[in-house]
Nanobody, 116 residues
Framework: QVQLVESGGGWVQAGGSLRLSCAASRSILAFSAMGWYRQAPGKQRELVAI???????NYADFVKGRFTISRDNAQNTVNLRMNSLKPEDTAVYYC??????????WGQGTQVTVSS
């Protein structure tokens, strides 16, 4: 089982930027995909962005053009650059990984708060 540790959350004013990072305890090349979900208070967890082993990406419509996901295979990290943040982006952001045998793993989450 992989350990995923998120960092980079915090507080920012609307229009600002943050960069989230997810560090995996082993090589991320083992995972068919990695990505980020988020969960706001009282809402279901929702997909933000994913990136596959070959670098294909998929974004939720509400972050397209503002967020960029990337991976560093040498550092075993997956990053999420978030620009033009809005108050509605406030949520706990979770890193996840998907393995064809062991399934899905989640990080503990990092809080992102965007003030208006």
């Amino acid at each position: 089982q992989v350990q995923l540790v998120e960092s980079g959350g915090g507080w920012v004013q609307a229009g600002g930027s943050l960069r989230l990072s997810c560090a995996a305890s082993r090589s991320i090349l083992a995972f068919s995909a990695m990505g980020w979900y988020r969960q706001a208070p009282g809402k279901q967890r929702e997909l933000v962005a994913i990136i596959t082993t070959v670098g294909s990406t998929n974004y939720a419509d509400f972050v397209k053009g503002r967020f960029t996901i990337s991976r560093d295979n040498a550092q075993n990290t997956v990053n999420l650059r978030m620009n033009s943040l809005k108050p509605e982006d406030t949520a706990v952001y979770y890193c996840y990984s998907r393995h064809v045998i062991s399934g899905t793993s989640w990080g503990q989450g990092t809080q992102v708060t965007v003030s208006s």
